[in-house]
């Protein structure tokens, strides 16, 4: 009842945002038994707090294209949750952001940065902008206009911000130099920063390694193991690229990639030049996922998600929606037996029902996603200390978090009275550090 209200008051105050009304649901909901157990959870309002964030800025972005044209986008950030540590989260570059996008991911990422056992607020941030056909130069000017005011709202105990679709090296790039020319500061504001200039290593291969340990512990409460599993991977961006890789250093066959254009079926499976192929085609050619098919041997199929193609396993890592009840029921009759999510919010709530229904492992991106943000973390925590870790340091730090997210879930699904559901598992878990430490700071 007091969840249904304030479901109500989200949708009539912030009309027409209706990823933010779907994610503020999701959680809610899930956060039942909760509830029913913290009285003072209530009394305090902190399902009315916790949907309304601390802050948001709207800003405009205008810069300058090659042809000397001026061109004016519109740049937000929002500070969405700060009770267990500085605002912590990507910037999202995309024609569809708009507030109800930025507000879902912000949302979101409160509870999964609580998962990760670090100390890191949820937020969110992004342009509607579009990188894609733009020049170098054209990136550079968008991301200094985008900076030159950002830069007031952010910094390394305040607002962390990092990246997220549209938003690679060469933009965190150019957002860091002008954030270091109009502060005269070098300090850990950004993270996925170079190797160069304070990154860590495992960054860019943190959200797909991630997302298959996770998968991973999941399987091994069946006895099974990524080994041998045949995997279907949409997307073929960051997450996707390295789901696939540490898929494939598993002893996986990974069958699947796709962008907005479409999808590539491999029957035997991606191998190790062929993912060469993809990286270079998408990070330095920024090309389209169909010129796979001139180069090994797939077939390209225009239009279509790749959920049709018989798996075991499952890793969405493109966009949010792209599992619906239609596919999830494709995933279940070619008897797929987990589905991890390397992006956010990517089964709708129908799809996500049909697979905890079906008893088949689902893992919420809140929690199996978790490992980018993590090793965002762990890039500040290097910061701080004036440290570099190597690889392998960085990786089983990874691989401790991805398990203990993996515990924690599973553990707050049992004592929550949903067993083996992850959903209610990691929202359980995540609300309630954040509840409690809201209420140990007062009304603020
Ligand atoms: P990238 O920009 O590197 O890749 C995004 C991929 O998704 C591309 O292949 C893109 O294809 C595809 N895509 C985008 N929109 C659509 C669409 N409408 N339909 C089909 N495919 C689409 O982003 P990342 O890999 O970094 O991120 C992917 C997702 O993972 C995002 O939702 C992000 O929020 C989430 N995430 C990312 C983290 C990270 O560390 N990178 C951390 C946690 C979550 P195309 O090139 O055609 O646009």
Same mark, same amino acid.
């Given at each position: ?10 949708? /009539?105050?912030? *009309? ?74 990507? $910037? ?10 930025? #507000? ?17 607020? =949820? ?8 990188? #894609?056909? #733009? ?8 991301? /200094?206009?985008?900076?030159?005011? $950002? ?12 990246? &997220? ?14 954030? #270091? ?22 960054? *860019? ?31 073929? =961006? ?23 254009? =479409? ?38 199929? *225009? ?23 239609? &596919? ?6 070619? =008897? ?27 893992? *919420? ?74 209420? &140990?700071?007062?009304?603020?």
């Amino acid at each position: 009842m007091v969840i249904e209200e304030v479901i109500e008051r989200v949708i /009539q105050r912030d *009309p027409g945002q209706k990823e933010f009304h779907q994610a503020v649901r999701e959680v809610l909901e899930s956060v039942e038994p909760v509830i029913k157990k913290h009285p003072e959870y209530v009394k305090a309002k902190i399902l009315d707090r916790v949907v309304e964030p601390e802050r948001q800025i709207i800003f405009r972005v205008p810069w300058v294209d090659d042809n000397g044209d001026v061109q004016m986008n519109r740049g937000m950030r929002i500070e969405f949750n700060s009770a267990i540590g500085p605002y912590k989260c990507g $910037l999202r570059f995309h024609p569809s952001v708009y507030e109800g996008i930025i #507000k879902f991911l912000g949302f979101e990422q409160i509870f999964k940065n609580a998962l990760t056992g670090l100390p890191m607020g =949820g937020g969110k941030g992004g342009s509607d902008f579009d990188p #894609k056909g #733009k020049s170098d130069n054209e990136v550079m000017r968008f991301c /200094q206009s985008f900076m030159t005011e $950002l830069y007031r709202h952010i910094g390394p105990n305040t607002d962390v911000p990092a990246g &997220d679709i549209g938003v690679g090296g060469r933009e965190i790039g150019y957002l860091y130099g002008q954030y #270091k020319k109009i502060t005269n500061r070098f300090e850990s504001v950004l993270t996925g920063k170079g190797i160069n200039w304070g990154g860590s290593l495992v960054r *860019p291969e943190a959200t797909g390694y991630g997302t298959v340990y996770f998968c991973e512990e999941m399987l091994k409460t069946k006895g099974e193991s990524m080994s041998g599993k045949t995997v279907t991977i949409s997307g073929s =961006g960051n997450v996707a690229q390295y789901a696939a890789e540490k898929a494939m250093q598993m002893g996986a066959k990974v069958v699947t990639l796709s962008d907005s254009g =479409g999808t590539i079926h491999i029957p035997d499976g991606l191998t190790k030049e062929g993912w060469d192929f993809v990286m270079d085609l998408k990070n330095v050619k920024r090309g389209r996922i169909n010129e796979c098919a001139e180069k090994f041997p797939c077939e390209y199929y *225009p239009g279509e998600r790749p959920w049709r193609f018989e798996c075991d396993v499952a890793l969405p890592s493109a966009t949010q929606n792209e599992v619906d009840a239609d &596919d999830a029921k494709k995933l279940l009759d070619n =008897g797929c037996i987990a589905v991890a999510e390397g992006a956010n919010m990517l089964s709708t709530p129908e799809a996500a029902d049909l697979f905890v229904q079906n008893g088949i492992l689902f893992g *919420p991106g809140k929690a199996a996603n978790a490992g980018g943000v993590a090793t965002s973390g762990l890039e500040m925590c290097q910061n701080h200390v004036g440290m570099a870790w190597s690889f392998e340091e960085v990786d089983k730090h990874l691989h401790n978090i991805m398990v203990n997210i993996h515990k924690t879930s599973l553990a707050a699904s049992e004592k929550y009275g949903a067993p083996g559901n992850y959903i209610v598992g990691a929202n359980c878990a995540g609300f309630v550090k954040i509840a409690d430490s809201m209420l &140990d700071l007062g009304v603020v």
